[in-house]
């Protein structure tokens, strides 16, 4: 089993910045990649960025150049650096590990882009 947490959520203009950080812990060997998703209300949940454990990154168009998702393995953490953001960049963050057959899940973070 593998549990994730996540945190650093909150409210923030529209142009600013936040940092969600994703902690895991369990068996991790088990685990090939992380990334970050997120879930506007009403909307189906969307990938926003991954990381592989060797640190191959992914990036939703959405985001490209405005976040970015980096690991440090020494606390088995994956951050997700978040700049210029936007009213539609507002959801619920969710943190996943997983490999070719199962994902774990966190329970999320509100993120609020007022504009």
């Known amino acids: 089993q593998v549990q994730v947490v996540e945190s650093g959520g909150g409210l923030v203009q529209a142009g600013g910045s936040l940092r969600l950080s994703c902690a895991a812990s369990?068996?991790?060997?088990?685990?090939?990649?992380m990334g970050w998703y997120r879930q506007a209300s009403g909307k189906q949940r969307e990938l926003v960025a991954d990381?592989?454990?060797?640190?191959?990154?992914n990036y939703a168009d959405s985001v490209k150049g405005r976040f970015t998702i980096s690991r440090d393995n020494a606390r088995n953490t994956v951050y997700l650096q978040m700049n210029s953001l936007k009213a539609e960049d507002t959801g619920v963050y969710y943190c996943?590990?997983?490999?070719?057959?199962?994902?774990?899940w966190g329970q999320g973070t509100q993120v609020t882009v007022s504009s």
């Open positions: 990381i592989t454990n060797g640190g191959r990154t």
């Open positions: 996943n590990a997983y490999n070719q057959a199962v994902a774990y």
């Open positions: 369990g068996s991790l060997f088990m685990i090939n990649a």
